[in-house]
Antibody, heavy 121, light 106 residues
Framework: EVQLVETGGGLVQPGRSLKLSCVASGFTFSSYWMYWIRQAPGKGLEWVSSINTDGGSTYYPDSVKGRFTISRDNAENTVYLQMNSLRSEDTATYYC??????????????WGQGTLVTVSS | DIKMTQSPSSLSASLGERVTISCRASENINNYLSWYQKKEDGSVKLLIYHTSRLQPGAPSRFSGSGSGKDYSLTISGLESEDIATYYCQQGYTPPTFGGGTKLELK
């Protein structure tokens, strides 16, 4: 059974940093692209970052580019999201997700339960 | 970025009723369209990918169709466990989601 478990959320002041982790199990982690997706309170879903199988390629939307960094440790079956210079608009529940196929399909087949990040003074 | 517009934004339906949700892209997305179900407990599931392909484990009462810019998700007979918010998502970079359709029981 595929499982994705996110941790690391919490309350953080504007301008500070936070690192999220997502531990995966139930599949060959190193074979799949992984993603972070967020949902702000009362808003829709927003893709936040992508990482390829060996971690050598990463992608971000303009809203987080230069502030967020996605990485992965295939030995630990874990994907991370380092979030720097946090803003109030980054307040959201952050989900990690696994691609459906063995190549990048941008089809988010499995999601974690989410971890809430609140940016506030 | 490709903009995804869902309609309606909310919908009330009775158990057993056929329900259809629409999604329009701002440009042709060549069937790279997925549908997700998000429940109140925060859980999210992929239901349909590539317009009409049922994700393993998704109930067969869910189906998808469409082409070009216009797509739809149909539930052939609403069950209580289907009460959720549904999102479409296009599969070009950057991936973008529709605003969601909240499905409630009448």
């Amino acid at each position: 059974e595929v499982q994705l478990v996110e941790t690391g959320g919490g309350l953080v002041q504007p301008g500070r940093s936070l690192k999220l982790s997502c531990v995966a199990s139930g599949f060959t982690f190193s074979s799949y692209w992984m993603y972070w997706i967020r949902q702000a309170p009362g808003k829709g879903l927003e893709w936040v970052s992508s990482i390829n199988t060996d971690g050598g390629s990463t992608y971000y939307p303009d809203s987080v580019k230069g502030r967020f960094t996605i990485s992965r440790d295939n030995a630990e079956n874990t994907v991370y999201l380092q979030m720097n210079s946090l803003r109030s608009e980054d307040t959201a529940t952050y989900y990690c997700a696994k691609d459906r196929g063995l190549r990048r399909a941008l089809e988010f087949a499995y999601w974690g339960q989410g971890t809430l990040v609140t940016v506030s003074s | 970025d490709i903009k995804m517009t869902q309609s309606p934004s909310s919908l009330s339906a009775s158990l057993g009723e056929r329900v259809t949700i629409s999604c329009r892209a701002s440009e042709n997305i060549n069937n790279y369209l997925s549908w997700y179900q998000k429940k109140e407990d925060g859980s999210v599931k992929l239901l349909i990918y590539h317009t009409s392909r049922l994700q393993p484990g998704a109930p067969s009462r869910f189906s998808g169709s469409g082409s070009g810019k216009d797509y739809s998700l149909t539930i052939s007979g609403l069950e209580s466990e289907d009460i959720a918010t549904y999102y479409c998502q296009q599969g070009y970079t950057p991936p973008t989601f529709g605003g969601g359709t909240k499905l409630e029981l009448k």
